[in-house]
């Protein structure tokens, strides 16, 4: 049997089938979680072998910001994503925006959670195209990044127009 990638689902329901399945670096997330909110049991087991015998330190930290981190991480529904970067700036929302759109929040300068920076790859559906699009929504609605949206928009670090084939790289 092979690895597979670690879904939104296996977030919610916590079953020892996803641990088996777990890759040890790609969804070290999903195993400190899992160590977390379990207590015991073979799997539980097997999941803190996968960790080389302890959860991460700065997973302890702060538990629950790593929790909606992985939910978002992994999620590839842009509509989901779309609601969750319009509801506010908590966690979920700050993820849902960089998911969307590619965006990375700076580190904070002085803070003992620095390792909250707000950075993830792309959902694989969000073209350059439709990523401007969600930006010039969120600046016109408002909506809670608009100022990271605009700040998108006016960038050339994120839309590098090329002339020659009339469109974004």
């Not at 989901?80 to 969307?100: E, I, S, W």
């Not at 990375?104 to 950075?119: E, G, K, Q, V």
């Not at 990044?145 to 084939?165: H, P, Q």
Request: charged residues 30%; aromatic residues 16%.
């Amino acid at each position: 049997m092979g690895k597979r990638e670690i879904t939104r689902q296996d977030w919610e329901t916590l079953s020892s089938y996803s641990v088996l399945h777990a890759d040890p670096e790609k969804d070290r997330l999903f195993l400190n979680y899992y160590v977390y909110r379990k207590g015991s049991g073979r799997a539980y087991e097997y999941a803190l072998k996968l960790l080389g015998g302890e959860p991460d330190q700065w997973f302890l930290e702060d538990p629950d910001y790593w929790t909606e981190y992985g939910k978002v991480e992994c999620e590839n529904d842009t509509v989901l994503l779309t609601k969750l970067a319009y509801r506010g700036r908590d966690v979920a929302g700050c993820f849902a925006f960089c998911r969307m759109t590619g965006y990375s929040f700076p580190p904070p300068a002085i803070d003992r959670f620095s390792h909250r920076t707000y950075s993830c790859d792309r959902v694989e559906s969000m073209t350059l195209d439709l990523v401007e699009v969600f930006c010039q929504d969120m600046v016109e609605q408002r909506g809670p990044f608009a100022n990271e949206a605009k700040e998108m928009l006016n960038s050339d670090k994120y839309f590098v127009y090329r002339d020659d084939e009339n469109s974004y790289e």
